[in-house]
């Protein structure tokens, strides 16, 4: 079993941690009034260094979702600030929001969502199309090379396996070289042998070309292939780990789950 370590504290309110590629600090967010409203998030406190691999586990409705879109950019917090390389995104105007989400951040789904009608390389391309930045294609053919699908990059995504397809959309996350790679459940459409070779590319993004991954999952063993895991119950921070094995992760998560039932019985 991985030691445990203290949970690292953020800095004094009103400065981002110099180290965190991202860091939410006090984001809470709720849905809905009154007796009605729903309390996804209670007040996260976390910071994420740069180069690292963090996996985000919990229970069914612990806020996992939410956290991911709120650190991400996709949806606002209704109280706390969201540091993006020290730049306090949650004032952003939705253009400026909008632009930071194109050049300064990559997103990976478990649908790949990749354009049918584009071929391979187009669609890794796709990112800087849209920023109206020149198309970097040697950029875009080198990130395929390094993702295993250098010959593939006339292809349309209807030619390709799922696995290939997912190569393709992580290509295309890296194409901008993104302060923070965020992952949702991206190997849930895959079987076991491609959810590992996936899972070993985004290890080698932050090992050999320093990204930064944040990857929400459900399954501990996607979950040991990141540098630590973070442990989310009720929308509050609930624990983490660093360095552990599936095994460990998936007996946390049963005390997790077990502890939400027992509180809601």
Known sequence: MAPRRSRPQPEPTGRPAAHAAIELRGVRRSYGRGGETVHALRGIDLALGHGTFTAVMGPSGSGKSTFLQC?????????????LGGEDITRLSEDR?????????????QSFNLLPSLTVLQNVLLP??????????ARARELLSQVGLADLGRRRPGELSGGQQQRVAIARALITAPDVLFADEPTGALDTTTAHE?????RRAVDTMGATVVMVTHDPVAASF????????????ADELYHPDPQTIAERMVTLTARRVGAAA
């Open 71 to 83: 650190a991400a950019g996709l949806d606002r917090p209704t109280a706390g600030e969201v540091y």
């Open 97 to 109: 929001l909008t632009k930071l989400r194109r050049n300064r951040i990559g997103f990976v789904f």
């Open 128 to 137: 800087q199309r849209l920023a109206g930045e020149r198309q970097d294609r």
């Open 198 to 202: 996936v899972l070993g590319l985004l």
């Open 226 to 237: 990141a540098d630590r895991v973070v442990f989310l119950a009720d929308g509050a921070f």
